[in-house]
């Protein structure tokens, strides 16, 4: 009575007379949407891999810093609107160093023994230090590195002497200890040429190490190709918003709404510092673009108090919006939302209706002090991507399309190499029902003045696969589904008197 699992069981190859048991998986398969809450940074650092995407906990790029482009600057705003994933890519102008450090033995004319490197560019390496002493068990000596925000590494219990000494430390920094620590995860060790004792009364500071941050616009985007540079780097990330920090370049936008649209993610962009809104609405015009993949935003750049370095800064509106975006679920809009931890705008001045409606008609996105949520914040007053046509001119059509697509995009391709048979068709229809099934009962889509029908319909039968496209290997559902409108004017009504005679309503 043999047991198989259906991928393993062939009933033709069934030959003898017994019972056959075949374990099958559930038919019903359920689809979980893709994370919305991915910010995608691209800027300068202090420290990290370089043109690598790093998932930002901590302080992966080094601290807050004063100056442009400062990636732990806006990993640090977008903190404090409520993001909580955030995925940076860290770029350089090419001139960025690591820090070294040399241990010396106790010769008359000291030698090097170990030259340590750090792990990557950055000032942050010139804060670490090394030093040899004493060890714990007899006839040996420990390796202390140490980094301020890392914890401290120990290497005890090295053995040898002279040249053997040095050997074994190296390998305890490139290799760990036999269980009892790994490897280094701030520098990389090389031996030198000592074949003497070390100096153990030495604490050596390193020095020597770069940011590489006179960068350029053109840095920041970066290219495509086998190796990805800049924003490229952000490809598969899993990031749907993104914000290349402090970039004002309209001859960059193309390419960055061209990358929008390939890969998903609704990048955020800025005028320079005191750009006009009439300003602003030609620098998109001239640029070229009309897309959903990215808002543009006027040059009213914002007040940020630093905490850490006690300074008010300039920070460009692109990185309190993106962030703001990123916090918020996908079918909902920036507009009217109000934006915390703004001590100012450059400009004060209060926009009146026909700026509000220039800035509307130009495809531009602006801050502003007072919304109508309340006339004492800061907050967003347009809500809308780049795009003219007015179907998909929202931000929250930009999220919701790019949710919808990446998450039917990263759950079917299992469909792919399967025979086309009619349980192949339920089982797809049936997972895709319910993932808008439950998108409707979230309110997340559905049609208001129509709240009994679902918001949604998945056709996946023999009316639009006919067997001229079956037989080709074809296997296609036409999805339709309702978004949420977002509510861009709340018109009121109000007839009020002593000759007025109510008639309620339902």
Known sequence: MPVYQSSQFNSSGAGAPDLY?????????????????????????SWGPVNQ????????????????HDIATAAAIAQQLGSVHQVGVR??????????????????TPVIGMILTAKYSGVLGNQMTAAITAGTAASTNKLTVSLPGYAQEVYDNIAGTGATFWSNAVAAVMNGQNGLRGPSSVVVAAVGASVAAPNTTAVVQFAGGTDGAAITDAILVGSTGVIKTGMYALSNAGVQVGN???????????????????????????????????????????????????????????????????????????????????????EQSILNKIISNIVALDD?????????????????EMITWGIPASSGAFGCRVGQNTSSDPTRNGDNYSRMTNYIAYTIASAYGRVIGQPQTKGLRQSTKASLDAFFSNMDRNNMIGNVNASTQPGWNVQLDASNNPTSQVALGDMQANIT???LSIVRRFIAYVQGGQTVTVTPTA
């Not at 048991?21 to 650092?45: E, K």
């Not at 940020?304 to 962030?323: K, Q």
């Open 91 to 108: 770029v350089t102008d090419g001139t960025d160093a690591k820090a070294t450090a040399d241990l010396m033995d106790t010769a008359p």
């Open 21 to 45: 048991v075949v374990i099958q998986p559930p038919q019903q398969s359920y689809v979980n949407g893709i994370p919305t809450d991915g910010l995608g940074l691209v800027g300068v650092g």
């Open 53 to 68: 995407p790093v998932t930002i906990t901590g302080q992966p790029f080094g601290p807050i810093t004063v100056r442009s």
């Open 481 to 483: 589904v309702t978004y």
């Open 244 to 330: 290349i920090v402090d970039l004002t370049t309209p001859t960059t936008w193309p390419s960055i709404a061209s990358f929008g649209m390939q890969s998903g993610i609704m990048f955020h962009v800025s005028n320079a510092r005191a750009t006009s809104i009439a300003a602003s609405v030609t620098a998109l015009a001239t640029s070229g673009v009309d897309s959903y993949a990215m808002t543009c935003l006027v040059g009213n750049w914002v007040a940020w108090y630093d905490t850490l370095n006690g300074v008010i800064r300039s920070i460009a509106p692109a990185t309190f919006t993106s962030a703001l975006q990123a916090s918020l679920s996908p």
């Open 348 to 364: 004060m001045t209060p926009y009146d209706d026909t700026a509000i409606m220039a800035a509307v008609q130009g495809r531009v």
